[in-house]
């Protein structure tokens, strides 16, 4: 007897946490956005950009994860979620990139 998730609870649990952490990064994004009005940076005007588009990034993320949250057929639960995952990792990466930004401008 295996003790194992499914493989669909785990594409459920995998929605949810996309969802919840793609709409608070979504916050922060904007966030720092705000803050970086306020510094006198040559990287000022890109990393409020880039940010945007980050934010913009997470947003989608997070309503393809509802979309997969909400299909009732199990190719479009796995469609919308397989989309929200690797658009997620995209735009976590580009907040990677951001933030070596934002240190390379304070040193």
Same mark, same amino acid.
């Given at each position: 007897?295996?003790?194992?998730? +499914?493989?669909? $609870? =785990?594409? %459920? *649990? &995998?929605?949810?946490?996309? $969802?919840?952490?793609?709409?608070?990064?979504?916050?922060?994004?904007?966030?720092?956005?705000?803050?970086?009005?306020?510094? *006198?940076?040559?990287?000022?005007?890109?990393?409020?950009?880039?940010?945007?588009? *980050?934010?913009?990034? %997470?947003?989608?993320?997070?309503?393809? +994860?509802?979309?997969?949250?909400?299909?009732?057929?199990?190719?479009?639960?796995?469609?919308?979620?397989?989309?929200? *995952?690797?658009? %997620?990792?995209?735009?976590?990466?580009?907040?990677?990139?951001?933030?070596? &930004?934002?240190?390379?401008? %304070? =040193?």
């Amino acid at each position: 007897m295996s003790h194992e998730p +499914s493989k669909a $609870f =785990v594409e %459920f *649990d &995998l929605s949810i946490h996309i $969802f919840t952490v793609s709409a608070t990064l979504v916050g922060v994004c904007l966030t720092v956005i705000g803050i970086m009005r306020h510094l *006198d940076r040559r990287a000022q005007q890109y990393g409020q950009e880039l940010l945007a588009l *980050d934010a913009l990034l %997470f947003l989608i993320c997070c309503l393809l +994860s509802y979309l997969g949250l909400k299909a009732r057929l199990g190719r479009h639960k796995r469609l919308w979620t397989s989309i929200a *995952d690797n658009l %997620f990792i995209g735009a976590l990466s580009l907040m990677v990139l951001i933030c070596g &930004l934002i240190v390379y401008e %304070f =040193v």
